[in-house]
């Protein structure tokens, strides 16, 4: 048993699922907050909020590399051609995905976040399962879930995509 087998979720699943859907909105309500109350833009609607999870360092590019692939020329200081250091797979998903779905890029990579984000929180358990006392498990993927930069795995970045390969290998 590999534990990357695709099967109906288990108890010990519906754990780790009710772990990361709480630890993700803790994670939505302090950038929430943190974006819009502590920066004194008063509390903004949560569309504003996608806008955020989606415009921040690594997003942008992605979303570039969705809307418009790569720059036929190579890097240079201009920081428009950077998202040449960005691997394509989570690019591509999104474009993918996005010409399907009738919603926005950024909708959709996020939407690609947390789908990811449970199975990888699914993957890690089962795999966890195999080195590790239930409890164990259980206390792992809380640490995991609630850990101050989990919010990588929120955020239009590829890091929920990656879990996932990593996890199912």
Known sequence: ???AVVTSPTPEDRQAISLWVASRAVVLAVAYLGVFHVQDEGLQ?????????????????????ASQGYPAV???ADPATHHWGFYPLYGWLIAALGSVFPWSLQATALLINAVAGVAGVVLMGRWLSRHLEPAGVLTALACFSFWTQSYFFTYAYAESVY???LLAS
């Open 163 to 165: 879990l996932v390969l």
């Open 45 to 65: 609607t949560w569309v504003r909020l996608v806008d955020v999870l989606t415009s921040r360092w690594d997003a942008e590019y992605y979303l570039r590399i």
């Open 74 to 76: 190579l890097p240079s």
């Open 1 to 3: 048993d590999r534990g």
